[in-house]
């Protein structure tokens, strides 16, 4: 499985943005699927994700501002992204954790940079 990643930029807080991470290879083999973020001198954290049946998670952080919805047809997930804060801005990466024979294998796509002014 490959994922391909975009759509940052440039927001100013309060703005919105959305994310895509295409997925192509074997999605079938895809038990998850989100979005970590990486902001500088910061660790990388989930920012949500959805599973193969639907369930979504969401840092505490982003909940009510950011969705993750998914179109299965394209095998594209998003991050819908409202509310946006400077906070927020971070390199921004799409994941997603795979099963595979010997158990679950993990797939990163390349960042997408996202800035956010204040």
């Known amino acids: 499985v490959q994922l391909q990643a975009s759509g940052g930029g440039l927001v100013q807080a309060g703005g919105s943005l959305r994310l895509s991470c295409a997925a192509s290879?074997?999605?079938?083999?895809?038990?998850?699927i989100g979005w970590y973020r990486q902001a500088p001198g910061k660790q990388r954290e989930l920012v949500a994700d959805?599973?193969?049946?639907?369930?979504?998670n969401y840092v505490d952080s982003v909940k009510g501002r950011f969705t993750i919805p998914r179109d299965n047809a394209k095998n594209t997930v998003y991050l819908q992204m409202n509310s946006l804060k400077p906070e927020d801005a971070a390199v921004y990466y799409c994941?997603?954790?795979?099963?595979?024979?010997?158990?679950?294998?993990?797939?990163w796509g390349q960042g997408t940079l996202v800035t956010v002014s204040s």
């Open positions: 290879g074997k999605t079938s083999s895809i038990n998850a």
């Open positions: 994941n997603a954790m795979l099963v595979v024979t010997s158990g679950y294998l993990e797939v």
């Open positions: 959805v599973s193969s049946g639907g369930s979504t």
